[in-house]
């Protein structure tokens, strides 16, 4: 069993920044992806950007620029550093964790239980 803990959420004002941690323990794999997800109220959860274990990243097309993640392998840690924070980045961030078979298809999925982040104007 994987047990993701997320830190760092708050309220900032636009123009601000603010610094997510994830915490992960349990049987993680060692290829596993791990990321962070945003979601609010009546609309899909979305992918804000994630890392492979080698370092590749992968960011939306609304953070890029303004969001940095990185990973501490040998702590299980990710975390994501937001910047230049707008009222749009307002919602409940999550930290996943998840395992590739192929390039679509992933196992050993795991959500942490989220952290708000709200950005006022």
């Known amino acids: 069993q994987v047990q993701l803990v997320e830190s760092g959420g708050g309220l900032v004002q636009a123009g601000g920044s603010l610094r997510l941690s994830c915490a992960a323990s349990?049987?993680?794999?060692?290829?596993?992806?791990m990321g962070w997800y945003r979601q609010v109220p009546w609309k899909q959860r979305e992918l804000v950007a994630s890392?492979?274990?080698?370092?590749?990243?992968e960011y939306a097309a609304s953070v890029k620029g303004r969001f940095t993640i990185s990973r501490q392998n040998a702590k299980n840690t990710v975390d994501l550093q937001m910047n230049s924070l707008k009222p749009e980045d307002t919602a409940e961030y999550y930290c996943?964790?998840?395992?590739?078979?192929?390039?679509?298809?992933?196992?050993?999925?795991?959500w942490g239980q989220g952290t708000q982040v709200t950005v006022s104007s």
């Open positions: 996943n964790s998840r395992r590739y078979l192929t390039p679509t298809i992933y196992t050993d999925n795991y």
């Open positions: 349990g049987s993680l794999f060692s290829n596993n992806t």
């Open positions: 890392i492979t274990y080698d370092g590749r990243t």
